[in-house]
């Protein structure tokens, strides 16, 4: 079974561009996740879907992230514009909702962005 | 206040040694569910073991096992036969309430498996 799959693995932008990162779940799953990881802190939740629709975001920076998950498969989650305190590691995430093994989060390799 | 605490910064064990990693949580919900995760440079945080705050014994997967003392509000991971390749970042995480979905984690701690 594949993993979660996400893109661009490393992204180095100068502040005030925008970035979009991109993750396709582990087949089946209909949750995911979006957390940020500041070097030297654990993941911390920005954005959770269930199927194409958002169950919680409210730690996500509105005025600058926005993610979405048309078709309850893909995520994209986008940066406009960067500041330097959004460089960090984003990891997407998906769980299953159906079947053995529903309590656990499966991560992706995450994107670690610099913002210059 | 803090719900995942890893006090311990770093750790070195010898290779083939035992060690454990400290983990307390501070909740008041009845149901909740702990998680170990490791993160090697690569940066992808693997799953290694999950322990529900219902379930009577403790967890155990392969050389990973869930040292769970609810009354002490601790879930400490122990790594058996310790190898090279366990070297990584290691991270509790929580998830509170049989409807929630957030994990909340720790800050880390690391672990370096000397030869």
């Known amino acids: 079974e594949a993993g979660v799959a996400q893109s661009p693995r490393y992204k180095i932008i100068e502040k005030r561009q925008s970035v979009a990162f991109w993750c396709n779940p582990i087949s089946g799953h209909a949750t995911l996740y979006w957390y940020q990881q500041i070097l030297g802190q654990g993941p911390k939740l920005l954005i959770q879907f269930q199927n194409n629709g958002v169950v919680d975001d409210s730690q996500l920076p509105k005025d600058r992230f926005s993610a979405e998950r048309l078709k309850g498969v893909d995520s994209t989650l986008k940066i406009q514009p960067a500041k330097l305190e959004d460089s960090a590691v984003y990891l997407c995430a998906s769980r299953a909702t159906l079947g053995a093994g529903t309590d656990t989060q499966y991560f992706g390799p995450g994107t670690r962005l610099t913002v210059l | 206040a803090q719900k995942i605490t890893q006090t311990q910064p770093g750790m070195f064990v010898q290779e083939k040694e035992a060690v454990t990693l400290d983990c307390t949580y501070d909740t008041s919900d009845p149901s909740y569910g702990l998680f170990w995760y490791k993160q090697p440079s690569s940066g992808e945080m693997i799953f290694l073991i999950y322990?529900?705050?219902?379930?009577?014994q403790n967890a155990t997967e392969g050389r990973y096992s869930l040292n769970f003392q609810k009354a002490r509000k601790s879930a400490n991971l122990v790594i058996s036969a310790s190898q090279l390749g366990d070297s990584a970042m290691y991270f509790c995480a929580m998830r509170e309430g049989p409807g929630s979905e957030k994990l909340v984690f720790g800050k880390g701690m690391k672990l370096t498996v000397n030869p």
């Open positions: 322990q529900g705050s219902y379930d009577q």
